[in-house]
């Protein structure tokens, strides 16, 4: 955003007039255009091209459209019911943010031509490198806004954009359109006329263009060979018209002479008409004499009047005095007054950036303590898991332990209470048998009898 002097060359240089040969007659030639540097074709065949024009048209359009947003936003009656809300709060938005870029930027402006002014006058101060240094950070203070109007050019762009009926409404609008605007647009109209041109152009044909430009400098140089020849020619015409320039000089030399002898006359002539001055004189100081002592009378009168008008000066300018040195003294109880505040306060200031530091040791330490308890806070719940998981396996391992010695003591507890049936058994049947044993002796016994 800096002011930079650029000197630049004149854009034309002109021929030299006396290096231009006459010529009788103007040619009868049309200026037109020569047929090598006419493309064959009037439409792109190639898809990458077709692209490039694709994307400088969408670039022409997106400017024509960016360079309206200030009249948009300047004139909000001319767009009055076809734009929304939301899109004219956009286009509010974005020219705020350039008001606020033109004039932070004339601002830096206006801030270094006084800067290169006072460098002018004072080289080699300190102060004026921290001025710069100042600079330098408004300036870079200045990115992001440049950031902000970028992003608010792109969302109002693709706003614009994904309404067609605004976008062709605001096109339309071309009296609001700033004069370097409309030269910016129509040098974009001329690079794509360019660009077209050259895209349209076939390799052969940039050849022929080509030959014919080495044509066209054979015949230059031909021409010059003879524009050389020309010009010896017309230095023999000078020379020529420099010996008639020498015999008109004998002329003005007999000129002069006759001159001189017109002068003797006059000097005679000077010399009455000075003898007639010097009795004029005589009588004019006679009448400044008397004009001189009026003079005098008033200039004692003037010189009393500013005598007067002094001293009323004077005692104003003690009573000003006076005051001015009543405000220089509360100027410097102010100043000393704020010297023991500031003092105080960075005192106090101080203690708490000492006491600050401490406080933040501690944090730091307790944080170091805090870290290692964390560890150890971890190492221990880990072990605590491993330890959970291994009662949790012996617990089943007991649980699955105790039910198969249940089952098992259940199991034998059912083998010994069959057992003891089929003993019992046994037993009853043994005895069942003795007694039917007995019962059939006691009957033979009786037969027997």
């Known amino acids: 955003m800096a002011s930079k002097v650029v000197t630049v060359g004149p854009l034309y240089q002109g021929p030299d007039i006396n290096r231009i040969p006459l010529r009788s007659q103007p040619s009868q030639k049309p200026a037109v255009p020569p047929k090598p540097l006419v493309p064959s074709k009037s439409k792109l065949t190639t898809i990458e091209a077709k692209r490039i024009m694709t994307v400088l048209d969408e670039t022409i359009y997106k400017v024509e459209l960016v360079t309206l947003l200030s009249y948009v936003a300047s004139n909000p009656e001319v767009t009055e019911g076809v734009l929304g809300e939301d899109v004219a709060a956009m286009i509010r938005e974005h020219q705020d943010l350039c008001e606020l870029l033109l004039d932070a930027a004339s601002h830096l402006q206006e801030q270094e031509q006084q800067l290169l002014q006072e460098e002018d006058e004072a080289e080699g101060e300190g102060w004026l490198q921290a001025r710069r240094s100042s600079l330098e950070m408004q300036k870079a203070s200045l990115l992001p806004l440049l950031q902000q109007i970028r992003d608010s050019t792109r969302n109002v762009l693709r706003v614009l954009l994904s309404s067609p009926q605004v976008a062709s409404f605001l096109q339309m609008q071309t009296q609001g359109r700033s004069a370097e605007a409309q030269s910016f647009i129509d040098n974009l109209l001329e690079l794509r006329g360019f660009l077209f041109e050259k895209l ?250």
């Open 200 to 449: 349209l152009t076939s390799p052969m044909e940039a050849r022929e263009k080509a030959q014919f430009i080495q044509d066209v400098s054979r015949r230059n140089r031909r021409n010059q060979e003879m524009i050389d020849i020309l010009e010896n020619e017309l230095a023999v015409g000078m020379k020529r018209r420099k010996a008639e320039v020498e015999k008109e000089n004998f002329v003005i030399q007999e000129l002069k002479n006759h001159l001189h002898q017109v002068l003797k006359f006059s000097e005679n002539n000077l010399a009455r008409i000075k003898q007639e001055a010097e009795k004029q004189q005589k009588a004019d100081a006679r009448a400044s004499q008397a004009r001189l002592a009026k003079i005098q009378q008033d200039i004692l009168l003037l010189r009393m009047q500013f005598n007067n008008l002094v001293t009323e000066n004077r005692e104003a300018e003690q009573a000003l005095r006076k005051k001015k040195y009543k405000v220089e003294t509360e100027v410097e109880n102010w100043i000393q007054k704020y010297d023991t505040e500031m003092s105080e306060k960075q005192e106090e200031y101080e203690d708490l950036e000492v006491v600050h530091k401490e406080e933040k040791a501690q944090l730091e330490e307790l944080k170091r303590k805090h870290d290692v308890l964390v560890e150890e806070y971890s190492q221990i719940r880990t072990e605590r898991e491993i330890l959970s998981k291994k009662r949790m396996e012996a617990e089943h391992e007991m649980v699955r332990m105790v039910r198969a010695a249940t089952i098992i003591q259940a199991v034998w507890k059912g083998y010994l209470v069959r057992s003891m049936l089929r003993s019992k058994k046994k037993k009853r049947a043994k005895a069942k048998g003795k007694d039917k044993d007995k019962g059939k002796g006691k009957g033979k016994g009786k037969g027997k009898k």
